[in-house]
């Protein structure tokens, strides 16, 4: 689906493996064996293949091969383990109040902290590599960045839009390609717009002042996208072709 070649395809995985951590963080859940249910073992094993996929395809759709693995995991593995030493911080305190009740949750089931925790990191890690990418570009920290993200995320209810495209059964192929499309253009959307909101912020201190200062400027430019948002919470059953219609101002926006 990529049009990629195999071995471009293998290099991408390995390469995503590798600023992941991916080897030693499924070295610990299989740790687990005998010690949690074989369902929640499963389930984080899953998230942990979930999270490996999405950085493959992004390295496949927006990295050209460098000259070695090593050189290219450079470029990502000090940012990969910068956010999981931010997290939950960095994250709006709705997603952090997430965060901390997906710990909790699998240390009362037996999984130790460190564990616990990198589960948890595994669900927030998906923007990763194109946050890293932004912050270089743009010349921000990469705290500021991934801040600016979340909060975007949050005044625009993207994390809701997220979570509804998520939990929209497809009924064909086709429509699931549709949806994990959605999905990336949504995270893609919301990088740009953080993007644009640290830009047109520069004079501003504090990630939420920007973000109020950004938001009071383009109140008449945000009331389409807001509007069109708030009928599609209002509908009883959301599908495909409702979200594509979201998509399409937010990609005015942007």
């Known amino acids: 689906a990529s049009g990629k070649s195999f071995s471009d395809v293998v290099r991408a995985a390995l390469l995503a493996c590798s600023v992941l951590e991916a080897e030693p963080q499924w070295h610990a859940i299989e740790s687990l064996d005998f ?4 369902e929640r073992q499963n389930d984080m094993m899953l998230r942990l293949i979930r999270l490996v ?7 496949l759709r927006n990295r050209k091969p460098g000259p070695s693995l090593a050189t290219e995991a450079a470029d990502y593995a000090p940012g990969i383990r910068e956010l999981r030493s931010l997290m939950p911080v960095v994250l709006t305190e709705h997603l952090a109040a997430r965060f901390e009740q997906e710990v909790q ?15 948890a990191q ?6 990763a590599l194109s946050l890293i990418e932004t912050a270089n570009a743009c010349g921000e920290s990469l705290e500021t ?13 993207l994390d809701w839009l997220e979570e509804l495209i998520a939990g929209i059964a497809p009924n064909s192929v086709w429509e699931s390609q549709v949806r994990t499309t959605a999905l990336e253009d949504l995270t893609w959307r919301q990088r740009v717009l ?12 504090g990630v939420q ?3 109020d200062a950004w938001f009071a400027k383009n109140e008449s430019e945000l009331s389409r996208s807001r509007a069109v948002l708030s009928a599609l919470q209002a509908e009883p059953v959301p599908d495909l072709a409702m979200v594509t219609v979201a998509m399409r101002e937010l990609k005015k926006l942007s």
């Open 35 to 38: 010690k949690v249910s074989v």
């Open 53 to 59: 996929r999405e950085a493959t395809r992004w390295l």
């Open 122 to 127: 595994h669900g927030f890690l998906s923007p």
């Open 145 to 157: 960045m991934t801040a600016a993200y979340h909060f975007m995320g949050a005044a625009l209810q």
């Open 209 to 211: 002042k920007r973000v």
């Open 105 to 119: 949750q699998v240390r009362a089931e037996g999984v130790p902290a460190a564990i616990a925790s990198a589960y």
């Open 194 to 205: 953080a993007r644009r909101l640290l830009r047109e912020t520069e004079g501003v201190r």
